[in-house]
């Protein structure tokens, strides 16, 4: 159980483009979809916080307007980033998690590996 | 400001051979320690969830141990598909964010056979 999936797994793009990530929750209703980013050795990092049907709380430094995330349904969430720029090449990954998992576990999609040339 | 810090940054280990892992953690008021493995490429996979100083949790070749500053994982006899990088994260009471989990680096692991 707790099953996230994210598509696509590999992007590649050219600078000023716009990419569209989904995470959707499998087997579970995530109340709560999260999407962090991840450099080469290092930790992953929360970029924003988003509840069904609400606004994304983005972190402080994410660029909501560059980084536009959509919390459609309590299965799906998409971040879409606009005008990409090569800097923003980075492994994307998004959790979920419910309160009728019982905790306060996040559980993670496989990620999307984002390259804009 | 919350911090983790893992140590060591990367374990190579014989197989069989048993070791710790290290997770140091500072919060303001510490809502629950989270242990994960991550393969490369891929997301990280749940592992354990600990709350409180003294709790323990154990799945096959792994056991996890928390005290007030500090976690570890215990890895005992290893074998070569345990290898993969070990990330702890941690989630406070007063975070920013509804669940934000605040990850260290992580402790990359190598098992030879």
């Known amino acids: 159980g707790a099953v996230v999936s994210q598509h696509p797994s590999r992007v590649i793009c050219k600078s000023g483009t716009s990419v569209k990530i989904e995470c959707r929750s499998l087997?579970?209703?995530?109340?709560?979809m999260f999407w962090y980013r991840q450099f080469p050795k290092q930790s992953l990092m929360l970029m924003a916080t988003?509840?069904?049907?609400?606004?994304?709380?983005?972190e402080q430094g994410v660029e909501k307007d560059k980084f536009l995330i959509n919390h459609a349904s309590l299965t799906l969430s998409t971040l879409t980033v606009t005008s990409a720029h090569p800097e923003d090449s980075s492994f994307y990954i998004c959790?979920?998690?419910?309160?009728?998992?019982?905790?306060?576990?996040?559980?993670f999609g496989p990620g999307t590996r984002l390259t804009v040339l | 400001e919350d911090q983790v810090t893992q140590s060591p940054e990367a374990l190579r280990l014989q197989e069989g051979e048993s070791s710790s892992l290290n997770c140091s953690y500072t919060?303001?008021?510490?809502?629950?320690l989270f242990w994960y493995r991550q393969d490369p490429g891929k997301g990280p996979e749940f592992l354990f969830t600990l709350y409180s100083a003294g709790e323990e949790k154990e799945k096959e070749r792994l056991k996890a141990t928390l005290t007030k500053k500090e976690s570890f994982l215990h890895i005992t006899a290893p074998k070569p598909e345990d290898s993969a990088t070990y990330l702890c994260a941690v989630q406070s009471l007063y975070g920013g964010s509804q669940g934000n989990l605040i990850f260290g680096k992580g402790t990359k692991l190598s098992v030879k056979p």
């Open positions: 988003s509840n069904e049907g609400s606004k994304a709380t983005y």
């Open positions: 919060v303001s008021g510490l809502r629950g």
């Open positions: 959790s979920g998690t419910s309160g009728a998992l019982g905790g306060d576990e996040q559980f």
């Open positions: 087997d579970f209703q995530a109340t709560t």
